[in-house]
Nanobody, 113 residues
Framework: QVQLVESGGGLAQPGGSLRLSCSASGRINSIYAMGWYRQAPGKQRELVATVTSGGTITYADSVKGRFTISNDNAKRTVYLQMNSLKPEDTAVYYC???????WGNGTLVTVSS
């Protein structure tokens, strides 16, 4: 099993920034990808950003140029730097490992003036 613990999130104004962190523990050697999904009220969960163990990074079109995913292998942690936030970025953000294999509990990001 893999356990994921998220931190960060909260309230930001439009145009502002937030940083999410996700630390993995347990069977970390089984992890080949980590990243973030998000789910806004009344909408389906969508993949936001992922980084693989090989260094491949992918982003949803809606966040390209604004969000940056990075990882620290020594700390088994993945980060999501979110800049130029928009109200439509408001959602619960879930850390994932190996896509839908493992999930964190989620952290709420609210973008509002």
């Amino acid at each position: 099993q893999v356990q994921l613990v998220e931190s960060g999130g909260g309230l930001a104004q439009p145009g502002g920034s937030l940083r999410l962190s996700c630390s993995a523990s347990g069977r970390i050697n089984s992890i080949y990808a980590m990243g973030w999904y998000r789910q806004a009220p009344g909408k389906q969960r969508e993949l936001v950003a992922t980084v693989t163990s090989g260094g491949t990074i992918t982003y949803a079109d809606s966040v390209k140029g604004r969000f940056t995913i990075s990882n620290d292998n020594a700390k088994r942690t993945v980060y999501l730097q979110m800049n130029s936030l928009k109200p439509e970025d408001t959602a619960v953000y879930y850390c994932h490992a190996n896509f839908m294999s493992y999930w964190g509990n989620g952290t709420l990001v609210t973008v509002s003036s």
